[in-house]
């Protein structure tokens, strides 16, 4: 699976937008981009994933850019309760190797009041 | 709540002995897969089981197993503890093997090795 890189940390002030960005500049075409977060030793939760085109949901958007070797996860207006670790996963599924995602360092994002 | 639960929530044990954690996953979910969290190495993928055969491995160590029963809840054989097991435990659960697979995480089961 392709690698990717992430800052290791970032702020945000409370009611903003967050971006968090992502590169994965290894990525091959059948290769999805997965978002999760993790709050407090809690068990990771899932965001979004996407392929080519950005996609929306009740939590955040994901922007691909058009070569697909980055990506941004916005989080439109940030909460004290968004303060968590993201993981951006490269991953391709494949019957040979199931299911795994390698999740990496991840960006610690700090909602700040 | 993401539907994953694990037992037991805590657990507290000496090096050298032997544990079992235990994860039901989603109603409907196939696959179970387990993930050690510790803080050196952060969330590490350990195996995956699906419709109660191994499907994928992972950085498990000879000392564990795992496996998935037919009603598909699944617990993870920790033995010969050592102090280095000391870790979150997740399990996660998803629909299917792979592709599309989203997976849903339990709350996990910190386990302190003393």
């Known amino acids: 699976d392709a690698k990717t890189t992430q800052p290791p940390s970032m702020d945000c002030a409370e009611g903003r937008a967050a971006n968090l960005p992502c590169n994965h500049s290894t990525i091959s075409g059948n290769e999805y981009v997965y978002w999760y977060r993790q709050i407090h030793s809690q068990g990771p939760q899932y965001i979004i994933h996407g392929l080519k085109n950005n996609e929306t949901n009740e939590m955040a958007s994901l922007i691909i850019t058009e070569d697909r070797k980055s990506s941004t996860l916005i989080l439109p207006h940030a909460t004290l309760r968004d303060t968590a670790v993201y993981y951006c996963?490269?991953?391709?599924?494949?019957?040979?190797?199931?299911?795994?995602?390698?999740f990496g360092t991840g960006t610690s994002l700090t909602v700040i009041p | 709540d993401s539907g994953v639960t694990q037992t037991p929530k805590h657990l507290i044990t000496a090096t050298g002995q032997r544990v079992t954690l235990r994860c039901s996953p989603r109603s409907g979910d196939l696959s179970v897969y387990w993930y050690q969290q510790s803080l050196d190495q952060g969330l590490q993928f350990l195996i995956q089981y699906y419709n109660g055969e191994e499907r994928a491995k992972g950085n498990i160590l000879e000392r564990f197993s795992a496996q998935q029963f037919p009603d598909l809840h699944s617990e993870l054989n920790l033995s010969s503890l050592e102090l280095g097991d000391s870790a979150l435990y997740f399990c996660?659960?998803?629909?299917?093997?792979?592709?599309?697979?989203?997976?849903?995480f339990g709350p996990g089961t910190r386990l302190l090795v003393l």
């Open positions: 996963i490269v991953r391709v599924a494949s019957w040979d190797t199931g299911n795994q995602f390698y």
């Open positions: 996660a659960s998803s629909v299917g093997p792979l592709y599309l697979e989203t997976q849903y």
